[in-house]
């Protein structure tokens, strides 16, 4: 109970900042509806708010969160519509110019996919079926890191599952068009929480690289 009451003056806070000083910003969305210029992809994991971690107002970014951040293919987009529906709405309705997919350090869900147990009951199912959508990631992994230890296999495919997402968000032919147009941008970004950094994928070096480094802290 005490988790609920926190969140209850977690609101009043909200209330005081934003209905309060930014009655005006609020005022707004209500009035002209929601225009986010880009749509978020981001794990359900409670350490990786993507609203919390880039520090964003209300109506800034379009969000949508999974275990470990993934991208059904086209193929599959009417058996995981959950996510997919909200990548159409963004994408479609209204008309988001930048879709970041957002993965993070020590995710539960790529370590559950490199683990590769077998599922015991119908909730572990479920899981295991979803982590099926990252399987090349796994798969390109162990490949390419014949031998190496469990810790550096899942960091790898923790960034190798936002590629996997990329290429799956290409494969949605009104995606596909809108980024060959220069209306739509992808991006993958790689949280580490564990030294505070911000990651971007860069295609043209094929790694993730540095985008935001790690606070210097003053003596
Ligand atoms: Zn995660």
């Given at each position: ?37 880009a749509l978020v992809i981001a794990c359900c994991d409670s350490r990786c708010d993507p609203a919390l971690l880039m520090d964003c107002d209300p109506g800034d970014m ?132 564990q030294h505070g950094e911000l990651y971007e994928y860069m295609p043209e070096t094929g790694d993730f690289q540095v ?9």
């Amino acid at each position: 109970m005490r988790d609920v009451t926190k969140f209850l003056s977690g609101f009043r806070r909200f209330q005081r900042s934003y209905l309060g000083k930014q009655r005006g910003l609020y005022a707004q969305l209500v009035q002209q509806g929601q225009h986010p210029r880009a749509l978020v992809i981001a794990c359900c994991d409670s350490r990786c708010d993507p609203a919390l971690l880039m520090d964003c107002d209300p109506g800034d970014m379009f969000v949508v969160r999974n275990v470990a951040n993934l991208v059904p293919p086209h193929v599959q987009a009417t058996y995981f519509a959950a996510t997919t529906s909200a990548i159409a709405f963004a994408v479609h309705n209204l008309e988001v110019e930048h879709i970041i997919v957002l993965g993070h350090a020590q995710c539960g869900g790529i370590r559950a996919l490199m683990e590769h147990k077998a599922p015991t009951c119908n909730e572990e199912e479920l899981i295991t079926k979803w982590l099926g959508i990252a399987e090349e990631a796994r798969r390109r992994v162990l490949n390419e890191l014949k031998g190496k230890s469990m810790q550096t296999l899942t960091h790898a495919c923790e960034q190798s599952a936002i590629l996997v997402s990329l290429e799956n968000l290409m494969s949605y032919p009104w995606i596909s068009s809108r980024v060959h147009q220069g209306k739509l941008g992808l991006h993958g970004w790689y949280f580490d929480m564990q030294h505070g950094e911000l990651y971007e994928y860069m295609p043209e070096t094929g790694d993730f690289q540095v985008l935001v480094n790690k606070l210097e802290v003053e003596a």
